[in-house]
C-alpha cells in the first residue's frame, strides 16, 4: 500500500486548510485510516483516525476544530482544519491500516503563522 498526502502549506492562525491522502496498492474493505502530526522535538501523535464505517476519533486538542472524513470509492481520507492555531504547526502524516499492518504517507508540513 502507499500513500501519497496533499495539502499542507503556510496559512495565519484562525485560518483553514484541507489535507487530503490517496491510498493505492491492495486495498481491503475492512480499514483503518487516519491523521498523525509531529512538530520539532515532539513525539509523533494522534490527530483523528476513521475507520472504514466512518466510526472516528479525535485529538482533544482538535476536537470541534479539525473533521476527518473518507472518500471510500476514491480509497481517500481528508482532513479539514478550520480555527487553525500555532500549536497545529507539525509534519502532518496519513496512516493507513489493515490486517495489522500499518502504511505511512510522506509527511506534509503544516505552518500556522500567529
Known amino acids: 500500500v502507499q500513500l501519497q498526502a496533499f495539502g499542507g502549506g503556510l496559512v495565519q492562525a484562525g485560518g483553514s486548510l484541507r489535507l487530503s491522502c490517496a491510498a493505492s496498492?491492495?486495498?481491503?474493505?475492512?480499514?483503518?485510516m487516519g491523521w498523525y502530526r509531529q512538530a520539532p522535538g515532539n513525539q509523533r501523535e494522534l490527530v483523528a483516525t476513521i475507520l472504514f464505517n466512518g466510526f472516528t476519533t479525535y485529538a482533544g486538542s482538535v476536537k470541534g476544530r479539525f473533521t476527518i472524513s473518507r472518500d471510500n470509492a476514491k480509497n481517500t481520507v481528508y482532513l479539514q482544519m478550520n480555527s487553525l492555531k500555532a500549536a497545529d504547526t507539525a509534519v502532518y502524516y496519513c496512516?493507513?491500516?489493515?490486517?495489522?499492518?500499518?502504511?505511512w504517507g510522506q509527511g506534509t508540513q503544516v505552518t500556522v503563522s500567529s
Open positions: 496498492g491492495v486495498i481491503r474493505s475492512v480499514n483503518v
Open positions: 496512516k493507513y491500516g489493515q490486517l495489522g499492518n500499518d502504511y
